[in-house]
């Protein structure tokens, strides 16, 4: 199965902040993560934290866990994890938190993807989701022609892989007039929103094996996602 299921294993986590999301991945290695997001809690902290393929995982800090330790976004921090949980996104069960560096983070919007499964047969609906949540502390305005946001495609915006060579997009390209201000969307801090979409309204998924996909932040303003597998049987 192409869904991978951590099991209790130690793994080093060290996290380098930089001016930006992409220049932050670009130094990150295969067990490395950083830190996007931080919540007080009662006794502690969850923590949000993401890795080299843009996956999100969260983590509970706290005296009673004997894992305390004040994060901030932007963090570099290194920790074993004891086991996890599957849920979305997936929980660590973390212990011996070490800070490495206490860089700041300035990227605050994240856009992830998601499918409802990770294997399908030829012909089956795909259906994608994608989320973007604003983890900063101001509003965040942007235009979401073109990406999954508006629950169906309008144009390119994905980035689909199969035995290396990109697929084209064969859905429909929506002509528009300029965007009004009743077109923009507005999130608040720690406020989010998703749209879902059909694949193969916009890609053909015709032979079997493995395809990478990944939403391409072609929108000004958007990130890119992070980058999942899926398999066509």
């Known amino acids: 199965m192409l869904k991978n299921i951590l099991t209790p294993i130690t793994t080093l986590l060290i996290i380098f902040s930089c001016n930006t999301v992409k220049q932050n991945y670009s130094t990150l290695s295969k067990s490395e993560f950083l830190v996007i997001h931080t919540k007080n809690e009662n006794d502690g902290q969850t923590i949000t934290l993401r890795n080299n393929h843009n996956k999100i995982y969260t983590t509970t800090i706290s005296i009673p866990n004997r894992n305390w330790v004040e994060l901030k976004k932007g963090n570099i921090i290194s920790m074993e994890i004891k086991d996890s949980i599957e849920m979305n996104p997936t929980l660590l069960n973390s212990k011996n938190i070490k800070i490495i560096s206490k860089k700041y983070l300035k990227e605050n919007i994240i856009s992830s993807i998601s499918t409802t499964k990770t294997s399908y047969n030829l012909g089956e609906v795909i259906e994608l989701e994608m989320d973007t949540k604003n983890f900063g502390e101001e509003k965040f305005t942007f235009l979401p022609w073109k990406t999954p946001i508006e629950n169906s495609f309008t144009g390119e915006f994905m980035d689909i892989i199969y035995d290396s060579k990109k697929i ?28 879902k979409i059909n694949l193969l309204d916009g890609y053909k998924f015709n032979k079997k094996g493995i395809y990478s996909i990944q939403f391409n932040g072609v929108n000004d303003k958007l990130p890119a996602s992070n980058l999942i597998l899926i398999e066509i049987k």
């Open 168 to 195: 084209e997009y064969s859905g429909i390209m929506v002509k528009r007039m300029p965007p009004t201000k009743n077109d923009y969307i507005t999130l608040k801090p720690n406020e989010s929103i998703s749209g």
